[in-house]
Each structure stands twice: as C-alpha cells, then as structure tokens.
C-alpha cells in the first residue's frame, strides 16, 4: 500500500543549482499535483496534470518545470534554485471524479533549503 | 475565484472537551466538495472528512463531525473528546465539482491539546 511516494525527503541546494522532485502514485489516478507549503500561507498548487501527457500551472508556477512522465509518475524541477524556493513540496494525486468525491491523496513530502 | 479563509490561527483545547474550527469559503459554484485535512508534526497530510454540497446532511467520522452551512458558505469542524493526537495543523480545503481537481486551501488552525 505505497500510495503516492516522494524523493528525497530532504534537500539542501546552494542558490543556481537544479534539482529534479521525483513523485509516484499506484492507484491509477488520472491527475497528479505539486503544491508548496510556506509557514502561514497553507499549501499552494505549483502545477497540475490531469492526465499523462498533459500539464498545467498552478497558482505559483514561476521558477518550476514538471513532466508527467507516464500515468504513475509526475516530476517538479528547479532549474536555477533561488532562496525563495526554499518550502515543503507535496505531491499529490486524485481519482477526480464526483464518485470518489474529488479526494486527494498526499505523498510524504519534501523538505527544501536554498541557501 | 474561489477562495477559504481560517480565521483561527491557533487554538487550545483541554483534553477530554470539544473545539470547534471554523471555515469559510467563497464561491459561485453550486457543485462542491468540501475537506478538512490534519497535518501533524511527521508532516503528512491526513483525511479528516469531506463533505459534498448536495448533501443536506453533516458529515461525521467518528468523534469528528462538522456543520456545514451552505448559505452561509460555512464548514466548521466539530472534534469531541479531544486527544493528545488531534494536536496538529487543520486545513480546511475547497474543490469545485467539474474542476480538474484543484484544491484550495485555506491558511490553516494550530491546534494544541492540553493534558
């Protein structure tokens, strides 16, 4: 019963490196997530895909990339890290449909600091 | 756009009472489902309960319930019998039905259990 699983747990990245957040989910969910969570501002969607071969932004989409590799896996890349990155990522993903009521499920979650 | 407001950055309750946090939410949607997620201190983001706004009736999940107020756009969530493992973060989160599944979170309610 993995569910939907994220590497690394922790990262640290000195400002201008890259880095890529791995995200996988076994429950055959068609839509998969990126959000950020900051101190005080709750989680933010990053990206979004609603199916494999399909992405798009979020609310806070700056400074990220992501490929939905295949149906179970969906990256978030940082090309040029910057201080302002440094958050807790979510991987999230859903059946979205009314019959399952639109429930989210969360991976584990990334801790990143750019220094 | 829609939107969830938390107006309770913290609260405490004594072990063995009831606390009641509070949402509201914006929306012009008439299809919608409703969520509070616990996230506890190893991070991960849990389930609480979920509410659809077709259904007239309040949702409850053991010593969790809410009251949900669809003319008001309220959803509060109800915990008795408070125990030292309900201390965690509470999100309360809105998705539209026909959506591609976005959540939109509100800022989140600390809560404390004192023994």
């Known amino acids: 019963n993995a569910g939907v699983t994220q590497t690394p747990k922790f990262q640290v990245l000195k400002t201008g490196q890259s880095m890529t957040l791995q995200c996988a989910q076994d429950?055959?969910?068609?839509?998969m997530y990126w959000y950020r969570q900051d101190p005080g501002m709750g989680l933010r969607l990053i990206y979004y895909?609603?199916?494999?071969?399909?992405?798009d932004k979020g609310e806070v989409p700056n400074g990220y990339n992501v490929s939905r590799l295949n149906k179970r896996e969906f990256s978030l890349r940082l090309e040029s890290a910057a201080p302002s990155q440094t958050s807790v990522y979510f991987c999230?993903?859903?059946?979205?449909?009314?019959?399952?009521?639109?429930?989210?499920?969360f991976g584990p979650g990334t801790r990143l600091t750019v220094t | 756009a829609q939107t969830v407001t938390q107006s309770q950055p913290e609260m405490s309750v004594q072990e063995a009472e009831t606390v009641t946090l509070s949402c509201t939410y914006d929306?012009?949607?008439?299809?919608?489902?409703l969520f509070w997620y616990k996230q506890p201190p190893s991070r991960q983001m849990i389930l609480v309960i979920r509410?659809?706004?077709?259904?007239?009736q309040n949702a409850t999940e053991n010593r969790f319930s809410v009251n949900f107020q669809k003319a008001a756009k309220s959803f509060s969530l109800k915990i008795s019998d408070s125990q030292l493992g309900d201390a965690a973060m509470y999100f309360c989160?809105?998705?539209?039905?026909?959506?591609?599944?976005?959540?939109?979170f509100g800022k989140g309610t600390k809560l404390s259990v004192k023994p």
């Open positions: 929306t012009s949607e008439s299809d919608y489902y």
């Open positions: 429950m055959n969910h068609n839509s």
């Open positions: 895909s609603a199916s494999e071969g399909t992405t």
């Open positions: 999230a993903s859903s059946a979205v449909t009314s019959y399952y009521s639109y429930e989210q499920y």
């Open positions: 989160a809105y998705v539209g039905g026909g959506s591609q599944g976005n959540l939109i």
């Open positions: 509410q659809e706004a077709y259904k007239q």
